[in-house]
């Protein structure tokens, strides 16, 4: 019984994993960039080396703009993969999909006039509803 268990709990976890990053596409269709974040995430958990979870985590990341987190997740991902199988490196659909994330602009802090109100967020909102709160800005 215990293999029978065991086979059937490795299943379930896939299944849920499979539902979390078609729930992540499905969300970011709807433009609802945080719930796919958090599918994505929940589908990272069940397995971490699955990277059709990792391409929606990006994309949700990336279209929250929150690009340090995006390069972080890629970052972390293949490191997971080099360790995992000693020499692999993530496919090219992955490589390319980060590698348009970067550019010429640079990522910094806001500026310290962001947290009394004067000037505005990169991101177009104002100050007043703190956008910026763990995002970085756009310099180019």
């Known amino acids: 019984a215990t293999g029978y268990v065991a086979s059937v ?3 379930l976890r896939e299944l849920y994993a499979d539902a979390m990053v078609a729930g992540g596409d499905a969300a970011l269709a709807l433009g609802r960039e945080r719930t796919a974040v958090r599918l994505a995430s929940n589908a990272l ?3 971490d ?20 987190e995006a390069d972080q997740q890629y970052r ?14 993530p496919s090219g659909r992955l490589g390319s999909l980060w590698a348009r994330s970067r ?38």
Not at 49 to 68: C, N, P, Q, T
Not at 76 to 89: P, Q, V
Not at 118 to 136: I, V, Y
């Open 45 to 47: 958990v069940a397995n």
């Open 49 to 68: 080396l699955r990277e059709d979870a990792v391409i929606v985590l990006i994309k949700a990341l990336k279209a929250s703009g929150r690009m340090a």
């Open 76 to 89: 972390r991902y293949s490191g997971r993969l080099l360790r995992a199988s000693g020499h692999a490196s």
């Open 103 to 140: 550019g010429p602009c640079r990522l910094s802090r806001p500026p310290s006039t962001h947290a009394t109100g004067q000037g505005g967020c990169a991101f177009g909102e104002s100050a007043t509803r703190d956008p910026c709160r763990a995002r970085l800005w756009v310099e180019c």
């Open 9 to 11: 709990q490795i299943e």
